[in-house]
């Protein structure tokens, strides 16, 4: 039982670092377009050169990138668009519009600014 101690700990310092991050990531989605843009640009500039192709080529085939494209997308709400003409993602103004249109708007609202993003916990 000890020796899981650390290994919980370590998880939920993860998860709320995790969380943290998701709530940046949508609470300034503007910002957060920009960076992904930012680092897609960087990447392939970086995959062009000699030595970043052959390290695209190794990462292609890593279970570790593919399990982090899944929490990437877990955290974004894969709303972040690899279009540098993109400044809000559609993603963002799609969510925006459902829950606007949605009967229980209010309660949605409520529970934003007292336990979610809005209110600063989460």
């Known amino acids: 039982m000890i020796d899981s101690e650390p290994e919980i700990v ?3 310092e993860v998860g709320d670092l995790l ?3 998701q709530r940046a990531i949508l609470s300034h989605p503007v910002a957060a377009q920009a960076l992904f843009q930012a680092l897609v640009a960087e990447g392939r500039a970086w995959a062009s050169t000699p030595e970043g192709a052959l390290r695209r080529e190794q990462l292609s085939r890593s279970e570790l990138v593919v399990r982090s494209r899944v ?3 877990a955290l974004t709400v894969r709303a972040m668009e690899d279009d540098a003409d993109t400044v809000l993602p559609s ?3 799609e969510a925006m519009v459902k829950a606007a249109s949605e009967d229980g ?3 949605l609202v409520e529970d934003l600014f007292v ?3 809005l209110g600063g916990r989460g």
Do not use: F, N
Request: glycine content about 6%; overall charge negative.
């Open 10 to 12: 370590a998880t939920d």
């Open 19 to 21: 969380a943290r991050l």
């Open 71 to 73: 929490l990437w997308d």
């Open 91 to 93: 993603a963002v103004l």
């Open 105 to 107: 708007m209010a309660a």
């Open 115 to 117: 336990q979610g993003v």
